[in-house]
């Protein structure tokens, strides 16, 4: 099956310091690996599309100086969140997309990574 | 502007019986629409994916509609069981031609013996 892994799955951080998660596809590659936020009992909501080798794309709202995405490898991306505060503790999961490009190939999700922010 | 809806409160069914979700969504005109469970703590684990000229899909126990003339999807899960127990979540393709997903905020589901 297709695996994918965060690290790590929880973090506590004082307030200024920056974070980072990583997003690994284990057993394939992923040329686009996705970030979302979830607060609790809301849904996913999209922060950005990360792509291998170039640079990440935003959605609307979402600072990219703050959250800082590199796509180094087909199997790695990594999520930065710079001089965090309390208002960022949240859920952050990352899906990595498996197929050969076809609009509906399957978002595989990670774990999850709980921010706490003091 | 574009909304996703499910049903926010819990749906509580007693195992054995038919559970049903609903997914209506506005200002959309999906290819697609996916349904994925996520246990408490966890990320999404993908069910099922229905295209839009798709009529119904099934999987198993769980069979998943697509009227894109009401805007809706319907979730059954047949014969539940305590382990269907988790938080349903629908998805859109979140903008035209590409794999960006947009989800609704889930429904609860609690199956009790």
């Known amino acids: 099956g297709a695996v994918v892994s965060q690290h790590p799955s929880w973090v506590i951080c004082k307030s200024g310091t920056s974070v980072k998660i990583e997003c690994r596809s284990l057993?394939?590659?992923?040329?686009?690996m996705f970030w979302y936020r979830q607060f609790p009992k809301q849904s996913l909501m999209l922060m950005a599309t990360?792509?291998?080798?170039?640079?990440?794309?935003?959605e609307q709202g979402v600072e990219k100086d703050k959250f800082l995405i590199n796509h180094a490898s087909l199997t790695l991306s990594t999520l930065t969140v710079t001089s965090a505060h309390p208002e960022d503790s949240s859920f952050y999961i990352c899906?990595?997309?498996?197929?050969?490009?076809?609009?509906?190939?399957?978002?595989?999700f990670g774990p999850g990574t709980r921010l706490t922010v003091l | 502007s574009q909304k996703i809806e499910q049903n926010s409160e819990a749906l509580n069914i007693q195992e054995g019986k038919t559970a049903t979700l609903t997914c209506n969504y506005t200002n959309y005109s999906p290819a697609y629409l996916q349904w994925y469970r996520q246990d408490p703590g966890r990320g999404p684990v993908f069910l099922l994916l229905?295209?839009?000229?798709?009529k119904e899909k099934r999987k198993e126990r769980l069979k998943v509609t697509f009227d894109t003339t009401l805007k809706q999807s319907l979730f059954h899960i047949t014969a539940s069981q305590p382990a269907d127990s988790a938080t349903y979540l629908c998805?859109?393709?979140?903008?035209?031609?590409?794999?960006?997903?947009?989800f609704g905020t889930g429904t609860r589901l609690q199956v009790f013996p």
């Open positions: 057993d394939f590659q992923a040329t686009t």
């Open positions: 990360s792509n291998e080798g170039s640079k990440a794309t935003y």
């Open positions: 998805a859109l393709e979140g903008s035209y031609n590409t794999d960006k997903l947009i």
């Open positions: 229905i295209r839009e000229n798709e």
């Open positions: 899906s990595a997309l498996r197929g050969a490009g076809a609009l509906t190939d399957t978002q595989y």
